[in-house]
């Protein structure tokens, strides 16, 4: 059964990767903006004005985000190509280091990176849902058990309801953004808006930070790798939709925090503890913090939705490849779904959703959890990308990354200089996600398959000849 499986959900230039996908560039692109778009642009641009010198560069650390992101996704984009297949980055780290590297990452995916940021974004549309409809003491936490379980279930009755449900929430969460904006650059200007700007020159270091904060905003573009198997023509359109999405965001993102200078000011946005709150409350008076909330609600979900949907991959992918975890790699063909994955996944965040209802900040402390482990792994797939390539330079793709080598080059070093700055000033929270990285190393012990993910699948060429004359 688990052979048959790797077969159908197979993968290089696989025919199943082809044939049974179901995304169009516009489901993925939505999922993709769904994904990045989140609660951090409503909470995150006060840290950054408060590491920047003037408007200027403030505005600055969000256009290099977009570059810095646009960056990974020309290289993702090669490597999604040539790899297509449920896994991504599992894959990709499998073919370039070895089994043993791609176990450690799966291990880090499921406890600290995925399931980390799967918590975090229940727990603030708990937080954000209590203002709305309060329950109590621990109202958050049940809050976000709810919705989790909610959103799990939808994944779990398949790929067709989770898209339509996405397309919902992403056309709400970017209306949301733009009416955000439109208040803020309508609004009169509140009088912090002419405060001091502070003039001091900002330290690499504290600029590393603040990328940080911009880049974990901007983060959730890299799950496309793990819809790969699901995408329509994925050598065709996997580069389109990841340009596509990228130059939405960014230019969302520009627009929004432009509007909050322009309503706020540097120094009352620095100053702001919910920037969203009090630009709204510029026009709407105290009703913008029930609308506010309503927007952080959906895109809470918008964001919850699309990371379920592509973490659940990681544990199908590792599944496939571990014979003692055959049972995460059963795929449901006419769903479109891992079940066991979805379920395992699910375990873990509700795990940590309990954690989180015990620590008031919990959107910084997973930061702090996710960013070193998320970094480190992040350069490493960019590294690959030089491997993979040195591996079979001859091999046919029909999309190699533009400016080879200098971009992944550039991407490289941009992952670890943030490397860098998560472990020199990120909090004790970065050292309880390495903690538990660490705690995975038994797996590497266990006895794979043997379609590892370091090596090639193989598909039947007549099978793969047949159905692609078929398309």
């Known amino acids: 059964m688990a052979k048959k499986q790797t077969n159908m959900t197979g993968a290089r230039g696989g025919a199943s990767a082809k044939a049974s996908g179901n995304l169009s560039v516009f489901d993925a692109t939505v999922l993709i903006v769904g994904m990045i778009i989140g609660v951090g642009i409503f909470a995150l641009p006060p840290l950054v004005a408060s590491m920047s010198a003037s408007p200027a560069i403030f505005l600055g650390f969000w256009l290099l985000g977009g570059i810095i992101t646009l960056i990974g ?14 896994g991504g980055e599992y894959r990709y780290l499998g073919r370039a280091y070895g089994q043993k590297l791609a176990v450690l990452f799966a291990w880090a995916r499921g406890t600290v990176i995925q399931t980390g940021a799967i918590a975090a974004v229940a727990f603030v549309y708990g937080e954000y849902m209590s203002v709305l409809i309060p329950l109590g003491k621990y109202s958050s936490a049940i809050h976000a058990a709810i919705a989790l379980v909610a959103i799990t279930a939808i994944n779990i009755a398949g790929l067709d309801p989770t898209k339509r449900t996405q397309a919902v929430l992403t056309t709400l969460e970017v209306t949301s953004l733009v009416a955000v904006t439109l208040a803020g650059l309508l609004a009169t200007p509140a009088p912090s808006a002419a405060a001091s700007v502070a003039s001091n020159t900002q330290a690499m270091g504290a600029a590393g930070l603040a990328l940080v904060f911009v ?8 799950e496309i790798s793990y819809l790969t198997n699901d995408m329509k023509d994925v050598r065709r359109n996997l580069a ?22 322009s309503a706020l000011g540097l120094q009352g946005l620095r100053d702001s503890k919910a920037v969203g709150v009090d630009v709204l409350r510029l026009v709407m008076g105290d009703r913008g913090a029930s609308i506010l909330a309503a927007m952080v609600v959906i895109c809470a979900l918008s964001t919850l939705n699309a990371t379920v949907l592509t973490g659940a991959r990681t544990y199908h992918a590792l599944g496939r490849d571990l014979q003692s975890l055959n049972v995460l790699a059963k795929w449901d063909e006419k769903a479109h779904k891992p079940g066991n994955a ?14 989180g209802g015990f620590a008031r900040d919990g959107l910084k402390a997973m930061i702090e959890y996710t960013a070193p482990v998320f970094w480190f792994f992040l350069l490493l797939v960019g590294i690959s990308v030089f491997i993979l390539r040195g591996q079979k330079p001859d091999a046919p793709n029909p999309y190699r990354v533009p400016l080879y080598p200098v971009t992944p080059i550039l991407f490289c070093l941009a992952c670890a200089w943030l490397l860098y700055s998560t472990a020199a000033y990120a909090g004790i929270g970065s050292l309880f996600g390495i903690g538990v990285l660490a705690l995975g190393t038994p797996l590497l012990f266990l006895s794979a398959k043997k379609n590892s993910a370091a090596k090639p699948e193989r598909v039947p060429a007549k099978k793969s000849a047949g159905r692609k004359g078929k398309k």
């Open 73 to 86: 996704v020309l290289c993702y984009a090669e490597l999604g190509t040539a790899f297509p297949g449920p």
């Open 215 to 222: 880049l974990f905003t901007y983060g959730g573009w890299n």
């Open 240 to 261: 389109r939709t990841l340009a596509i999405s990228t130059a939405v965001v960014t230019l969302l993102y520009l627009l929004i925090n432009y509007a909050y200078l």
């Open 342 to 355: 979805l379920l395992l996944q699910v375990a873990i965040a509700l795990a940590l959703i309990l954690l």
